[in-house]
């Protein structure tokens, strides 16, 4: 509970300034959304063992400490297994009696829900993994700028295109200064006697809703001071607002976009027989 | 902090103003929150993952911001559900964001015509309808997609009661948190009849 900060990195930014970092935002957004395409084509295990290296290339390049992201995920790790025994014990699917390695009432153990599992969790832990990393190797501007010019067609339509994405980012920014406040409100009601790591499930639940109505009131508070800063400077909107720095792709981002889809496209077309 | 800029201004067919994209914004963090520190999930194992009171920050925009806020607090739940989903159910973003978006309007429409009533029953009453648009509409999708068995809706039931009451208490209790802090005051009222001063 006190170390929120340091066991969700959602929303961060390390600026190692590598070159995953200084890689054109439209293009790495591309190359994100390549590899997220990826995640759902890619249905085998040599798939995925073919999409391994590239993202330990990409990792290696960007200089962002793996121990780092590692603990970050540590929830998102622990929920994902406790949900992918959920999938084997409950599996859906037809299953060959011959495949059945236990089972007790409706709970099954089969090898079908075993590898259904298996790619399941391998196909979220690489969505994961890419948005993450978009997020970690992106700054808020850089992120916000290839938002809307990936959505700027949809302007023609009188899509708000740049209002959307500052909520968007405004979302994305505000939960890391949650996560501090969360640890603030714990430790100032710790100090005043609420003990947090004990009790059951619904004790814990129950101090939660303690933390939660706090960090709404906070939060409508903030909304007013952040909304008053924008109208003092006169936000409204995209349009004719200009740039500060121009975007722009370099031979090097576009051989990287052409490598990735590639790369991906062999992944989801590599024949595999049997299990894999 | 009424100032609106630009309102009247042409250009797209919503123009919003800035406090609805902020708050939205900002009710979309707390979604995200709940969900990446998973305090938002009450873990009740079955098919459908888990109950959820991740949509309450699109209820309670609904409800005190109006349908346009409702709506965009319940897409940033929607495509956060989908980025990180863990069952394939919520991998397809059809299920994922669409039924999302409706929970802000539904809570709105409800509280709005039911908070000159009171306060309380609207609050309770949008928490409720506003889980149940979210319930209905993903499990609804989630069939007529093929993800689940018509039959597999009976066990997660219990699972969707359990979620409307938990959000009825917490709507009741920000709504009231929040009108009270708007209200300027410091404490909260003595006497249920000073309900009518907000």
């Known amino acids: 509970m006190f170390e929120l900060q340091r066991n969700v990195i959602f929303g961060q930014f390390v600026d190692t300034g590598s070159p995953v970092h200084r890689m054109d935002p439209r293009l790495k957004l591309a190359a994100a959304f390549v590899l997220i395409v990826a995640s759902f084509l890619i249905d085998t295990f040599a798939g995925y063992a073919l ?4 993202l330990v290339l990409i ?9 780092y992201l590692l603990r970050g995920s540590r929830f998102f790790l622990g929920f994902l297994v406790f949900i ?3 999938q084997v014990l409950f599996y859906p699917g037809e299953v060959q009696p011959s495949n059945v390695l236990w089972s007790w009432g409706v709970l099954s153990v089969s090898t079908t829900g075993i590898r259904f599992a298996a790619i399941v969790g391998l196909r979220v832990l690489l969505l994961y993994y890419v948005t993450t990393m978009l997020m970690l190797t992106t700054s808020l501007v850089d992120l916000t700028n290839a938002l809307e010019l ?10 708000p295109v740049n209002e959307m994405v500052l909520v968007f980012v405004i979302a994305i920014k505000f939960v890391p200064i949650f996560i501090e406040e969360i640890e603030r409100l714990a430790k100032a009601q710790t100090a005043r006697g609420v003990p947090f790591d004990e009790g059951g499930a619904i004790k814990r639940a129950r101090r939660i809703g303690r933390l939660l109505v706090p960090i709404f009131i906070s939060g409508f508070n903030r909304a007013d001071v952040l909304t008053t800063a924008m109208n003092v400077r006169s936000y409204r909107g995209g349009r004719g607002r200009t740039k500060l720095r121009r975007m722009h792709a370099s031979a090097g981002d576009w051989t990287a976009l052409v490598l990735i889809i590639s790369w991906v496209l062999v992944a989801w077309q590599f024949p595999a027989s049997g299990w894999l | 902090m009424m100032t609106e800029s630009g309102s009247g201004r042409r250009g ?8 609805q994209i902020v708050v939205a914004g900002v009710l979309g963090a707390i979604a995200v929150l709940l969900g990446v520190t998973r305090w938002g999930f009450i873990p ?4 459908a993952g888990n109950a959820t009171i991740m949509h309450v920050p699109a209820i309670l925009g609904g409800a005190l911001e109006g349908p346009v806020v409702g709506f965009l607090a319940g897409a940033i739940f929607g495509i956060f559900s989908w980025i990180d989903a863990t069952i394939p159910l919520f991998k397809d973003p059809i299920v994922a964001v669409v039924p ?3 929970i802000g309007v539904v809570a709105w429409v409800v509280f709005a015509l039911l908070r000159k009533r009171s306060l309380s029953v609207a609050s309770a009453l949008a928490g409720i309808l506003g889980s149940a648009t979210n319930t209905v509409g993903v499990l609804g999708l989630a069939v007529w997609r093929g993800y689940l068995p018509p039959a597999a809706i009976v066990p997660i039931i219990p699972q969707a009661i359990a979620e409307a009451i938990l959000a009825a208490i917490i709507t ?4 009231r948190g929040v009108m009270l802090v708007r209200s300027g005051r410091t404490t909260a009222p003595e006497t249920k009849d000073e309900e009518r001063r907000y």
């Not at chain 1, 999409?51 to 590239?54: D, G, N, R």
């Not at chain 1, 990936?150 to 302007?155: A, G, H, N």
């Not at chain 2, 797209?12 to 406090?19: G, Q, Y």
């Open chain 2, 12 to 19: 797209s067919v919503f123009s919003f103003r800035v406090r």
């Open chain 2, 100 to 102: 999302r978006l409706f």
């Open chain 1, 84 to 86: 992918l025994v959920f």
């Open chain 2, 172 to 175: 009741v209790v920000v709504v």
């Open chain 2, 44 to 47: 009740v194992p079955n098919l």
């Open chain 1, 150 to 159: 990936v959505f700027r067609p949809l302007q023609r339509l009188r899509v």
């Open chain 1, 59 to 67: 990792h290696v390049l960007s200089r962002v400490p793996f121990g």
């Open chain 1, 51 to 54: 999409v391994l290296p590239l």
